[in-house]
Protein backbone atom coordinates (compact mmCIF):
# COMPACT_ATOMS: atom_id res chain seq x y z
CA UNK A 1 0.00 0.00 0.00
CA UNK A 2 1.35 3.34 -0.84
CA UNK A 3 3.01 5.40 1.91
CA UNK A 4 -0.01 8.19 2.10
CA UNK A 5 -2.81 6.07 1.39
CA UNK A 6 -5.92 4.89 3.93
CA UNK A 7 -7.57 1.49 3.80
CA UNK A 8 -11.53 2.12 3.93
CA UNK A 9 -11.58 0.95 7.32
CA UNK A 10 -9.23 3.46 8.34
CA UNK A 11 -11.27 6.03 6.36
CA UNK A 12 -14.31 5.08 8.93
CA UNK A 13 -12.37 5.20 11.57
CA UNK A 14 -13.65 8.56 14.53
CA UNK A 15 -11.47 11.38 14.73
CA UNK A 16 -9.09 11.83 17.73
CA UNK A 17 -6.49 8.93 18.21
CA UNK A 18 -8.06 6.16 16.08
CA UNK A 19 -7.18 2.41 16.52
CA UNK A 20 -4.25 1.31 14.08
CA UNK A 21 -1.46 -0.72 13.69
CA UNK A 22 1.07 2.02 12.13
CA UNK A 23 1.23 5.45 11.22
CA UNK A 24 2.89 4.46 7.56
CA UNK A 25 -0.68 3.49 5.59
CA UNK A 26 -2.35 7.09 7.51
CA UNK A 27 -2.86 10.52 5.65
CA UNK A 28 -0.82 13.47 6.54
CA UNK A 29 -4.17 14.99 8.15
CA UNK A 30 -4.96 12.09 9.82
CA UNK A 31 -1.78 11.85 11.57
CA UNK A 32 -1.44 15.97 12.37
CA UNK A 33 -4.77 14.64 14.08
CA UNK A 34 -2.93 12.18 16.46
CA UNK A 35 0.02 14.27 17.66
CA UNK A 36 -2.60 17.37 18.21
CA UNK A 37 -5.04 15.00 20.03
CA UNK A 38 -2.05 13.19 21.94
CA UNK A 39 -0.81 16.95 22.90
CA UNK A 40 -4.56 18.03 23.91
CA UNK A 41 -4.29 14.97 26.72
CA UNK A 42 -2.28 16.45 28.84
CA UNK A 43 -4.10 17.87 31.78
CA UNK A 44 -4.67 17.72 35.25
CA UNK A 45 -5.64 14.19 35.59
CA UNK A 46 -2.85 12.89 33.05
CA UNK A 47 0.08 15.46 33.96
CA UNK A 48 2.08 12.93 32.48
CA UNK A 49 2.54 10.23 29.90
CA UNK A 50 4.70 7.04 29.09
CA UNK A 51 5.03 5.28 26.09
CA UNK A 52 3.03 2.27 27.33
CA UNK A 53 0.12 4.57 28.69
CA UNK A 54 -0.23 6.50 25.26
CA UNK A 55 -0.18 2.97 23.60
CA UNK A 56 -3.20 1.00 26.20
CA UNK A 57 -5.26 3.96 26.10
CA UNK A 58 -5.94 5.20 22.55
CA UNK A 59 -5.27 1.44 20.97
CA UNK A 60 -1.67 2.34 19.71
CA UNK A 61 1.36 0.22 18.87
CA UNK A 62 4.37 1.15 21.19
CA UNK A 63 6.09 1.65 18.49
CA UNK A 64 3.21 4.52 17.07
CA UNK A 65 3.35 5.64 20.26
CA UNK A 66 6.88 6.37 20.93
CA UNK A 67 7.20 8.35 17.59
CA UNK A 68 4.38 10.14 18.31
CA UNK A 69 5.76 11.55 21.19
CA UNK A 70 9.25 12.06 19.91
CA UNK A 71 7.81 14.26 17.21
CA UNK A 72 6.35 16.24 19.95
CA UNK A 73 9.48 16.41 22.13
CA UNK A 74 11.59 16.94 18.61
CA UNK A 75 9.49 20.39 18.61
CA UNK A 76 9.22 21.13 22.60
CA UNK A 77 5.84 20.11 23.05
CA UNK A 78 6.88 17.96 25.74
CA UNK A 79 9.57 17.18 27.50
CA UNK A 80 10.88 13.62 28.84
CA UNK A 81 12.05 12.67 31.99
CA UNK A 82 15.55 10.42 31.65
CA UNK A 83 14.92 8.57 34.65
CA UNK A 84 11.32 7.53 34.19
CA UNK A 85 10.91 7.95 30.56
CA UNK A 86 7.76 9.73 31.16
CA UNK A 87 6.86 13.00 29.39
CA UNK A 88 5.07 15.92 30.57
CA UNK A 89 4.17 19.02 28.42
CA UNK A 90 6.68 21.64 27.49
CA UNK A 91 8.12 25.29 26.80
CA UNK A 92 6.61 25.49 23.52
CA UNK A 93 2.93 24.77 24.74
CA UNK A 94 3.97 27.91 27.50
CA UNK A 95 4.95 30.21 24.69
CA UNK A 96 1.43 29.18 22.49
CA UNK A 97 0.04 29.97 25.05
CA UNK A 98 1.78 33.29 26.02
CA UNK A 99 1.24 34.58 22.67
CA UNK A 100 -2.51 33.62 22.28
CA UNK A 101 -3.21 35.18 25.27
CA UNK A 102 -1.24 38.42 25.71
CA UNK A 103 -1.18 38.82 22.18
CA UNK A 104 -5.14 39.08 21.94
CA UNK A 105 -5.82 36.02 20.89
CA UNK A 106 -8.10 34.79 23.97
CA UNK A 107 -9.46 38.61 24.05
CA UNK A 108 -10.92 38.14 20.68
CA UNK A 109 -12.51 35.11 21.31
CA UNK A 110 -14.08 36.55 23.98
CA UNK A 111 -14.90 39.98 22.73
CA UNK A 112 -18.07 39.64 21.13
CA UNK A 113 -19.90 37.50 24.66
CA UNK A 114 -18.56 40.80 26.66
CA UNK A 115 -20.58 42.95 23.83
CA UNK A 116 -23.60 41.21 23.61
CA UNK A 117 -23.66 41.40 27.88
CA UNK A 118 -23.20 44.72 28.03
CA UNK A 119 -25.31 45.79 25.55
CA UNK A 120 -28.14 43.63 27.32
CA UNK A 121 -27.49 45.47 30.83
CA UNK A 122 -26.55 48.46 29.61
CA UNK A 123 -22.75 49.04 32.00
CA UNK A 124 -19.10 47.78 30.90
CA UNK A 125 -18.41 43.97 30.99
CA UNK A 126 -14.75 43.14 31.40
CA UNK A 127 -12.97 39.23 31.60
CA UNK A 128 -10.14 38.66 33.48
CA UNK A 129 -7.72 35.31 34.37
CA UNK A 130 -5.50 35.38 37.20
CA UNK A 131 -2.09 36.42 37.72
CA UNK A 132 -0.68 35.51 40.87
CA UNK A 133 -2.30 37.20 44.08
CA UNK A 134 -4.38 39.60 41.32
CA UNK A 135 -6.73 39.19 38.27
CA UNK A 136 -6.02 40.79 35.51
CA UNK A 137 -8.05 42.63 32.74
CA UNK A 138 -8.02 40.56 29.17
CA UNK A 139 -10.85 41.76 27.83
CA UNK A 140 -13.10 45.19 28.35
CA UNK A 141 -16.51 46.67 26.86
CA UNK A 142 -17.98 49.87 27.59
CA UNK A 143 -21.92 49.54 28.10
CA UNK A 144 -24.68 51.85 26.76
CA UNK A 145 -23.51 54.36 29.69
CA UNK A 146 -19.77 55.25 28.73
CA UNK A 147 -16.57 53.67 29.69
CA UNK A 148 -16.24 53.32 32.88
CA UNK A 149 -12.47 54.87 32.88
CA UNK A 150 -10.76 57.36 30.54
CA UNK A 151 -8.10 54.63 29.60
CA UNK A 152 -8.23 50.98 28.19
CA UNK A 153 -8.35 48.35 31.19
CA UNK A 154 -7.30 45.84 29.38
CA UNK A 155 -3.88 44.75 31.44
CA UNK A 156 -4.97 46.52 34.52
CA UNK A 157 -4.79 44.63 37.72
CA UNK A 158 -6.97 44.03 40.37
CA UNK A 159 -5.88 42.66 44.07
CA UNK A 160 -7.40 39.06 45.56
CA UNK A 161 -8.43 40.65 48.67
CA UNK A 162 -9.91 43.56 47.35
CA UNK A 163 -13.34 43.55 44.54
CA UNK A 164 -15.63 41.22 43.11
CA UNK A 165 -13.77 40.68 40.33
CA UNK A 166 -10.93 38.72 42.08
CA UNK A 167 -13.19 37.89 44.90
CA UNK A 168 -15.38 35.52 42.28
CA UNK A 169 -12.15 33.91 41.24
CA UNK A 170 -10.36 33.08 44.72
CA UNK A 171 -13.40 32.27 46.29
CA UNK A 172 -13.62 28.85 44.12
CA UNK A 173 -9.92 27.94 45.33
CA UNK A 174 -9.10 25.57 47.91
CA UNK A 175 -8.85 27.46 50.87
CA UNK A 176 -5.22 25.77 51.50
CA UNK A 177 -4.26 27.39 47.81
CA UNK A 178 -6.41 30.63 48.61
CA UNK A 179 -4.25 31.11 52.11
CA UNK A 180 -0.76 29.98 50.59
CA UNK A 181 -1.31 33.10 47.99
CA UNK A 182 -3.02 35.84 49.81
CA UNK A 183 -2.04 35.48 53.38
CA UNK A 184 1.15 36.10 55.24
CA UNK A 185 2.04 39.26 52.72
CA UNK A 186 1.10 42.76 53.17
CA UNK A 187 -2.21 43.85 51.75
CA UNK A 188 -3.01 47.64 50.93
CA UNK A 189 -6.13 49.41 51.99
CA UNK A 190 -7.48 51.34 48.77
CA UNK A 191 -10.66 52.75 50.43
CA UNK A 192 -12.19 52.51 53.92
CA UNK A 193 -13.97 49.70 52.23
CA UNK A 194 -11.25 47.38 51.79
CA UNK A 195 -11.01 44.33 54.15
CA UNK A 196 -7.49 43.28 54.84
CA UNK A 197 -8.41 40.97 57.98
CA UNK A 198 -8.11 37.48 56.36
CA UNK A 199 -11.52 35.99 58.25
CA UNK A 200 -13.45 38.52 57.33
CA UNK A 201 -12.10 37.95 54.00
CA UNK A 202 -13.06 34.08 54.18
CA UNK A 203 -16.49 35.27 55.36
CA UNK A 204 -16.60 36.89 51.96
CA UNK A 205 -15.38 34.26 49.96
CA UNK A 206 -17.69 31.83 51.55
CA UNK A 207 -20.69 34.74 50.58
CA UNK A 208 -20.01 34.44 47.39
CA UNK A 209 -19.25 30.56 46.63
CA UNK A 210 -22.75 30.41 48.56
CA UNK A 211 -24.34 32.66 45.69
CA UNK A 212 -22.73 32.02 43.13
CA UNK A 213 -21.20 36.10 42.80
CA UNK A 214 -19.38 38.41 44.54
CA UNK A 215 -20.59 41.88 44.94
CA UNK A 216 -18.56 45.06 45.94
CA UNK A 217 -18.84 48.50 46.42
CA UNK A 218 -15.82 50.75 46.30
CA UNK A 219 -13.47 47.91 48.00
CA UNK A 220 -10.69 49.19 45.20
CA UNK A 221 -12.13 52.01 43.60
CA UNK A 222 -14.09 54.53 45.88
CA UNK A 223 -16.65 55.44 42.69
CA UNK A 224 -17.15 51.91 41.28
CA UNK A 225 -18.96 48.95 41.86
CA UNK A 226 -19.17 45.14 40.44
CA UNK A 227 -20.79 42.21 40.13
CA UNK A 228 -18.81 39.45 38.75
CA UNK A 229 -19.05 35.21 38.61
CA UNK A 230 -16.64 32.80 38.32
CA UNK A 231 -15.84 31.28 34.31
CA UNK A 232 -15.56 27.32 34.56
CA UNK A 233 -13.79 25.51 32.00
CA UNK A 234 -15.41 22.04 33.65
CA UNK A 235 -15.20 22.24 37.49
CA UNK A 236 -12.27 24.19 37.36
CA UNK A 237 -12.28 28.42 37.62
CA UNK A 238 -10.20 30.08 34.74
CA UNK A 239 -11.17 34.00 35.35
CA UNK A 240 -14.01 35.72 36.01
CA UNK A 241 -16.72 38.26 34.09
CA UNK A 242 -17.51 41.25 35.37
CA UNK A 243 -20.46 43.97 35.21
CA UNK A 244 -19.03 47.43 36.64
CA UNK A 245 -20.76 50.53 37.32
CA UNK A 246 -20.84 53.82 39.71
CA UNK A 247 -20.77 53.18 43.55
CA UNK A 248 -24.13 52.12 44.90
CA UNK A 249 -25.84 51.73 41.64
CA UNK A 250 -26.27 47.81 42.07
CA UNK A 251 -27.25 48.55 45.62
CA UNK A 252 -27.54 45.40 48.21
CA UNK A 253 -29.02 42.98 46.05
CA UNK A 254 -27.65 42.98 42.36
CA UNK A 255 -30.11 40.56 41.31
CA UNK A 256 -30.94 41.84 38.04
CA UNK A 257 -27.75 41.25 36.57
CA UNK A 258 -26.92 37.79 38.09
CA UNK A 259 -28.88 35.98 35.55
CA UNK A 260 -27.36 37.78 32.19
CA UNK A 261 -23.65 37.51 33.84
CA UNK A 262 -24.08 34.00 34.77
CA UNK A 263 -25.29 32.57 31.21
CA UNK A 264 -22.85 35.02 29.58
CA UNK A 265 -20.05 33.36 31.72
CA UNK A 266 -20.90 29.79 30.61
CA UNK A 267 -20.95 30.85 27.09
CA UNK A 268 -17.11 31.72 27.76
CA UNK A 269 -16.53 28.63 29.64
CA UNK A 270 -17.76 26.74 26.72
CA UNK A 271 -15.59 28.91 24.07
CA UNK A 272 -12.63 28.31 26.82
CA UNK A 273 -13.00 24.49 26.70
CA UNK A 274 -10.56 22.21 24.36
CA UNK A 275 -12.03 19.27 22.18
CA UNK A 276 -10.42 16.19 24.27
CA UNK A 277 -9.57 13.73 22.25
CA UNK A 278 -11.50 10.25 22.39
CA UNK A 279 -9.98 7.33 23.73
CA UNK A 280 -9.59 3.84 23.04
CA UNK A 281 -12.72 1.67 24.41
CA UNK A 282 -10.46 -0.52 26.42
CA UNK A 283 -8.95 2.12 27.77
CA UNK A 284 -7.46 0.47 31.63
CA UNK A 285 -7.93 4.25 33.05
Known sequence: MAENAASPADQAQPTGLPRTRGTEDRPPLQTADRVLSLLLSFDRDHPEWGVSD??????????????????????????????????????AVWDLARVWERDGGMAHLVRPVLRSLADTVGFGVLFAVPDGVHMRCVAAVDGASGPLRAHDLT????PAHAGATS????????????????YGRP?????????????????????????????????YDDETAAVAVPVLVGRRPVGTLSVAGPSGFFGEHPAGVVGPLTRAAADLGR???????????ADPR
Not at 271 to 281: E, I, K
Open 54 to 91: VAAAFGLDKSVAQRLLAALAHRGFVVSDPRTRRYRLGP
Open 167 to 182: RAYFAMLPARDRAALL
Open 155 to 158: GELY
Open 271 to 281: LLTPLRPRRAP
Open 187 to 219: MARFSERTVTDPVLLEERFAQARQHGYAHSEGE
